[in-house]
């Protein structure tokens, strides 16, 4: 059974940063895309960004893009976000993600219904 353990949000002020970790558990993951959405109050989820678990491709947000960077530790199984110079309007809960195979348009669709696999959320507030 896939399991997505997320930790690492919290409250921090504009310009500031966070690291959001997303532990894997249930199946091998190199050939999987692991991804992050989020869903602010009153919208949709979003896409966020999404990286192969080799590390040959990642895909980001115009929205995050040269902000937030996606990472992986092999080891311990863990994916990571790193969000510096969050702004108030990256306030929303994130949500890790987990895909087999899903290709750059996918991801930048605008839907996540196809999504097999999510973590709990972890919320991340930015202070103005």
């Known amino acids: 059974q896939v399991q997505l353990v997320e930790s690492g949000g919290g409250l921090v002020q504009a310009g500031g940063s966070l690291r959001l970790s997303c532990a894997a558990s249930?199946?091998?993951?190199?050939?999987?895309?692991m991804g992050w959405f989020r869903q602010a109050p009153g919208k949709e989820r979003e896409f966020v960004a999404a990286s192969y678990w080799s590390g040959s491709e990642a895909y980001y947000a115009d929205s995050v893009n040269g902000r937030f960077t996606n990472s992986r530790d092999n080891a311990k199984i863990t994916v990571y976000q790193q969000m510096n110079s969050l702004k108030h309007e990256d306030t929303a809960i994130y949500f890790c993600?987990?895909?087999?195979?899903?290709?750059?348009?996918?991801?930048?669709?605008?839907?996540?219904?196809?999504?097999?696999?999510w973590g709990q959320g972890s919320q991340v507030t930015v202070s103005s």
């Open positions: 249930g199946r091998t993951f190199r050939s999987y895309v």
């Open positions: 993600a987990a895909v087999a195979l899903a290709p750059r348009t996918l991801w930048y669709s605008g839907t996540y219904d196809w999504v097999p696999y």
